[in-house]
């Protein structure tokens, strides 16, 4: 059972390039999250999605995008890379009412 | 406008003693009250948690105490080991869309 899994690990982006973060689960939740962490600021929620085809912004939605075709699968598009957006990304899946969150290991994304 | 306020940042305690993390909300409708652990290089997993029904919730070396009319939780870890050396982070959140608004996390270093 693999849980959460996010591709990839880690990635170096130039200014203005894009990327997509993957993430997958395969517990069949219907709640998806994307978080980023900066150190000192601990997590922020950047989009949710309560299930296919549904998706919202949360706390810092500026300069990402994400889709939800299928349960299993919650990519993370990121367009116009800034400096700002150097951060660890973590994508998780919970399956009901004040359940517990499953997190990935994260991508370590840089943008020079 | 950080909802969850978790102090300290930084906490180095000697093996065999009491870690105590707190926290503090100002949103009366949160219901789920949730600690995550992190190691370096993995994602946060669940810990322990309560909901404010309870005041005082044990699972093992691992307490969670809750303060309702203060508005404010907070984790002690009794015999603290090296092995919990890791980032703890308390989070709360409303029911139903499960967006769980996290703490800026605790550095816990347990020194031999």
């Known amino acids: 059972n693999a849980g959460v899994t996010q591709t990839p690990k880690f990635r170096i982006l130039k200014i203005g390039q894009s990327m997509t973060l993957q993430c997958a689960q395969d517990?069949?939740?219907?709640?998806m999250y994307w978080y980023r962490q900066d150190p000192g600021m601990g997590l922020k929620l950047i989009y949710y999605?309560?299930?296919?085809?549904?998706?919202d912004k949360g706390e810092v939605p500026n300069g990402y995008n994400v889709s939800r075709s299928t349960t299993e699968d919650f990519p993370l598009r990121l367009e116009l890379a800034a400096p700002s957006q150097t951060s660890v990304y973590f994508c998780?899946?919970?399956?009901?009412?004040?359940?517990?969150?499953?997190f990935g290991n994260g991508t370590r994304l840089t943008v020079t | 406008q950080q909802q969850v306020k978790q102090s300290p940042q930084s906490l180095i305690v000697q093996k065999g003693g009491i870690s105590i993390i707190n926290c503090a909300y100002e949103n009366t409708a949160f219901d789920y009250f949730p600690w995550y652990q992190q190691f370096p290089g993995k994602g946060p997993a669940l810990l322990i948690a309560?909901?404010?029904?309870?005041s005082e919730k044990k699972e093992g070396r691992f307490t969670i105490s809750f303060n309702k009319s203060a508005k404010q939780f907070s984790l002690h870890i009794m015999d603290s080991q090296p092995g919990d050396s890791a980032t703890y982070f308390c989070?709360?959140?409303?029911?139903?869309?499960?967006?769980?608004?996290f703490g800026i996390g605790t550095k816990l270093q347990v020194i031999p």
């Open positions: 989070a709360a959140s409303i029911g139903g869309y499960q967006k769980v608004t």
């Open positions: 998780a899946s919970g399956d009901s009412y004040n359940s517990p969150l499953h």
């Open positions: 517990m069949n939740h219907n709640y």
């Open positions: 309560i909901r404010p029904d309870v």
């Open positions: 999605s309560v299930g296919a085809g549904i998706t």
